[in-house]
């Protein structure tokens, strides 16, 4: 029987790859994981989003106080800016009442503890007993604290 020897050319080579396998996988399943995640966090943002359009529905201020953060401000379509307080007196007292919420094309990125919401809102209603309706464009821009989303900004543009 013959044994063979691989020689310490071979040997090194084999070594090295192996080493740049074992280095590589893991980042490549580390930056795997993060898509996976960040698609996850998109998703809950969204989620959210269709919540928040849900208890607007119901006037729920519960459950939209939870969804939004004491420093909230809101650029209107109007180009008034409007508080948390503003909305949650407006809506309590049944002054801003919304009918329909439908939402479209709805993109979020998030970065760390931000996320940037972006779609085309179709919502009709009344605010202090005058008609609103037709589409605009808005971003709402959420933190995340104590591991749950909150808005804490948003803006709105009328779309001809």
């Excluded at 960040?38 to 269709?50: I, K, N, P, W, Y």
């Excluded at 979020?108 to 179709?122: E, F, S």
Aim: charged share 25%.
């Amino acid at each position: 029987m013959v044994r063979t020897i691989p020689c310490r050319r071979h040997f090194g080579r084999t070594a090295s790859a192996v080493l740049i396998l074992l280095l590589i996988i893991p980042a490549v399943s580390l930056a795997a994981g993060k898509k996976m995640n960040a698609a996850a966090e998109e998703d809950s943002v969204r989620a959210l989003e269709l919540a928040r359009g849900q208890a607007l529905l119901r006037a729920d201020t519960t459950a939209l106080s939870r969804m939004v953060a004491t420093e909230f401000i809101e650029i209107t379509r109007l180009g008034a800016l409007r508080t948390k307080a503003d909305n949650m007196r407006d809506i309590a007292s049944g002054d801003l009442r919304l009918t329909t919420v439908k939402y479209d094309s709805v993109t979020v990125r998030v970065y760390g503890d931000v996320a940037v919401l972006r779609a085309i809102a179709d919502n009709t209603g009344t605010l202090r007993g005058f008609p609103f309706a037709g589409k605009v464009w808005y971003t709402r821009v959420f933190v995340r604290r104590d591991g749950r989303w909150q808005a804490a900004t948003m803006q709105q543009t009328v779309i001809q």
